[in-house]
């Protein structure tokens, strides 16, 4: 709780409270919602993450599009959090409705191809194909977790090796293998929450804090880790960036010790249009996208070099293709490849991440103002159209360093006040994103309230 000490506790508990009877006043709706959504929902909401929101209940949506959605009270919102980055493209953009709704009046599922396939992997490998050799066959799920419990088996049956590599305090999706953290003597140990591990994490992963090449070598040293999977930067713990020459450095090692390099760019789409692969000129075997891909439409994909994907088709026969983990009925839908097609060619296209990140670049700016105004000893960072506060005074260098920062209890506040004010903040985090239907003026008006949150705590 260091760096937010500067923070009276009463002063905040006082703070929240004022928050709080605004919020129930303003929600009758949202709150009656609630109330009939407990009689058969456990906890009232249809996933149990969606009971995370501060507020004592959350606000249900009535209607969503661009960069705002309106509440079933009636009170439009500037959207920041955007489905945390599976609406990074804006609620339901034009040519992605378009495009679905043709598709669903023609056939939604029939385990079968359609003409769109080719077209998304073709246009996937342009932007995540810039490495040598090049990420060029892809596969397709509805989740990334899905994306990466595959990329996990795939990385185990070609190598023959049982461990996988994971970040300190990284997220995938709720995928078995990345549950599992450090304790303070450096043993793997299953994370804070881990619901009904399946067994003891130290079997299936090794640990390693996130810019720490020592440690990953001696991991790979062993010569029982099947693939190192990670963030190219850190976006679920706060944004944690790479050191300088870390991914080149990660690059030689896992080539040298046999272990396949898989990155996660589900949420670091944020820095272009070839997530930081392409913009920072990595060289991966795997890259994993989702989430935005389909414009909400549960959409996400893998592509592997064609090196790779020889090995595991060569590896699993044809007869065993559909009883090995790898897949599910409704992966690569005709729906949801629509829905890829139409968003990545028409909506999330190269030339709106410049906007994107100028909107971000405005965000931090004001954020920034803010904390040195009132002397708040915390600090702003961002990738791309992503962008986020923590409480530390210095960016952090690894996961660990990022989790000590947390303050559960002035992040409640900050996330309800802002709410109050219309604005959605990313919940479990205070990052915002930016869609190309973002403006200036919803960024203008998260700075305001974030001002008003500063004077309310610090007076
Ligand atoms: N990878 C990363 C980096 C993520 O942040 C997430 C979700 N936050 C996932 C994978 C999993 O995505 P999903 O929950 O849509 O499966």
């Known amino acids: ?63 969503a599009t661009g960069a705002h959605f309106t509440c079933a009270d009636g009170h439009e919102h500037v959207d920041l959090c955007l489905g945390d980055t599976g609406a990074m493209v804006g609620h339901s953009p034009a040519a992605t409705v378009r495009a679905v709704r043709d598709q669903v009046a023609r056939g939604i599922t029939t385990m079968l191809p359609t003409a769109d396939a080719a077209v998304v992997a073709e246009e996937l490998t342009r932007r995540f194909g810039t490495g040598s050799p090049a990420v060029d066959q892809w596969q397709f799920t509805l989740t990334a977790t899905d994306a990466n419990r595959h990329v996990i088996r795939y990385a185990r049956q070609v190598t023959g090796r049982a461990r996988v590599a994971v970040i300190d305090f990284c997220y995938h999706g709720s995928v078995d293998e990345t549950f599992a953290t450090l304790d303070d003597q450096g043993r793997v140990v299953a994370r804070r929450g881990n619901i009904g591990a399946p067994v003891d994490p130290a079997l299936t992963t090794a640990v390693v804090p996130f810019n720490d090449l020592a ?28 050191d300088a020459g870390y991914h080149t450095a990660l690059r030689e090692m896992t080539r040298r010790h046999g272990a396949l390099l898989v990155i996660d760019e589900t949420h670091t789409l944020c820095a272009g249009p070839g997530g930081c692969t392409r913009a920072w000129g990595l060289d991966p075997d795997v890259v994993v996208v989702g989430k935005t891909i389909g414009g909400g439409i549960p959409s996400a994909a893998f592509g592997m070099t064609s090196e790779l994907s020889e090995r595991v088709v060569t590896s699993v026969g044809l007869e065993d293709i559909d009883v090995g983990g ?3 009925t409704l ?70 360093a990022a989790a000590a920062a947390d303050d559960f209890e002035l992040q409640q506040y900050l996330h309800l006040q802002a709410l109050n004010r219309r604005i959605l903040l990313t919940p479990f985090h205070n990052m915002a994103l930016m869609s190309p239907a973002t403006s200036h003026a919803d960024v203008d008006a998260h700075t305001a309230a974030f001002e008003e949150a500063a004077h309310d705590l610090l007076g």
């Open 1 to 63: 709780r260091t760096d937010a000490s500067v923070v009276d506790r009463d002063r905040l508990a006082a703070a929240h409270h004022r928050e709080t009877e605004r919020f129930v006043a303003d929600h009758p709706a949202c709150a009656e919602l609630a109330r009939r959504g407990r009689a058969h929902m456990p906890l009232g909401v249809p996933m149990s993450w969606m009971a995370k929101w501060p507020g004592g209940f959350p606000v249900h949506v009535a209607e």
């Open 215 to 242: 440690a990953l070598e001696r991991e790979l040293a062993t010569g029982t880790v099947a693939a190192v999977l990670l963030e190219p930067a850190m976006t679920n713990i706060g944004i944690v960036l790479p």
């Open 331 to 400: 992966a690569g839908n005709a729906l949801s490849l629509a829905a890829m097609r139409a968003t990545l060619t028409q909506v999330l296209t190269d030339d709106v991440f410049g906007r994107m990140d100028e909107l971000a670049v405005a965000w931090t700016d004001g954020v920034q103002g803010v904390l040195d105004a009132h002397r708040l000893p915390w600090h702003v960072t961002r990738l791309g159209c992503r962008a986020e506060y923590a409480f530390s005074p210095e960016p952090p260098h690894d996961g660990a």
């Open 326 to 328: 790898v897949g599910g």
